[in-house]
């Protein structure tokens, strides 16, 4: 039976953040675990995944699409760095003490950024079929969402029917799985909110430059950190090809290749996700 979820709210630096939380049970000082989701996606879609991993560890799941400043005047400033920096003080906030950040996608990002920006502050990095600079995305895709008629059709996603939203969901996934509407309901609630969809496309306003930034970051050090890549070798988002040119900034990590697995681990594979994930970290554990 999973062990229950408590869904929190704290204030950081003047943004309402909401996250959902899995308390320890045993070995209270193992290390944390916060986990970012992908870009498309809530907390909510990561709970499978957290039901698989070890009772004996807190578990933190940000939801980073919610977040809004208290002063609703104001904007969230969307941009990588800012983000990376809000997680950084949403970690000190809730007392996290040098997690083990997971990344999917959008989330592996973020866990990346932080990592080179914040290199003290985590323990170690599960980068699940992560967004990475090095991943051969194109200006021109990413920039049909930012103009018409590409900004229409991504603001008219609220008006599609379920089973159309779900079949390109699938589009996303590997020959081995099928996403089911069970999976796809968490994402519902960013598929269905053009608010949420606005702030979407505001980060991919962004992500062009910001990915040139984290680049540079990245190709002036590498990061130190054990590091976790779990890819789907089906992946048509991030292909898997392109984790041979983030590892080269990666100075003590490994892969693990999941067959048949597409761009959606965490509502393809969560299981296969979870145990690999705690039995690496048990193995990091006894050779630390």
Not at 131 to 148: K, T, W
Not at 196 to 220: C, F, G, Q, S, Y
Not at 229 to 236: A, F, K, Q, S, T
Request: overall charge positive; hydrophobic content about 45%.
């Amino acid at each position: 039976m999973p062990l229950p979820l408590s869904h929190r709210e704290v204030i950081v630096n003047g943004i309402r953040l909401t996250y959902i939380e899995r308390e320890a049970i045993s070995a209270p000082d193992a290390p944390p675990i916060l986990l970012l989701h992908a870009l498309l996606a809530t907390a909510e879609t990561l709970t499978d995944l957290i039901a698989g991993l070890s009772p004996g560890r807190r578990i933190v799941a940000l939801d980073l699409l919610s977040a809004q400043p208290v002063d609703r005047q104001k904007k969230l400033d969307v941009h990588q760095a800012s983000l990376a920096n809000l997680i950084h003080a949403f970690i000190k906030s809730i007392d996290l003490a040098h997690p083990i950040l997971i990344g999917h996608s959008h989330g592996g990002v973020l866990a990346l950024r932080i990592a080179a920006t914040h290199p003290t502050a985590v323990q170690a990095l599960v980068l699940m079929c992560p967004a990475h600079p090095f991943g051969g995305y194109r200006s021109h895709v990413v920039n049909f969402y930012l103009r018409q008629p590409g900004r229409m059709l991504a603001l008219s996603i609220p008006l599609a029917p379920s089973w159309m939203i779900l079949r390109a969901y699938n589009e996303a996934a590997g020959s081995k799985s099928l996403i089911r509407m069970a999976h796809l309901r968490p994402h519902l609630t960013v598929l269905r909110n053009r608010n949420t969809l606005r702030r979407v496309l505001e980060i991919l306003k962004t992500w062009d430059n910001d990915m040139d930034a984290l680049r540079h970051l990245l190709t002036r050090g590498p990061i130190t950190i054990p590091t976790l890549l779990i890819w789907g070798d089906e992946d048509p988002v991030v292909p898997i090809a392109s984790a041979t040119e983030l590892e080269k900034h990666l100075a003590n990590s490994q892969r693990i290749t999941l067959a048949g697995r597409g761009h959606l681990l965490a509502e393809e594979a969560p299981e296969a996700c979870a145990t690999s994930i705690s039995q690496w970290l048990v193995r990091l554990e006894a050779r630390d």
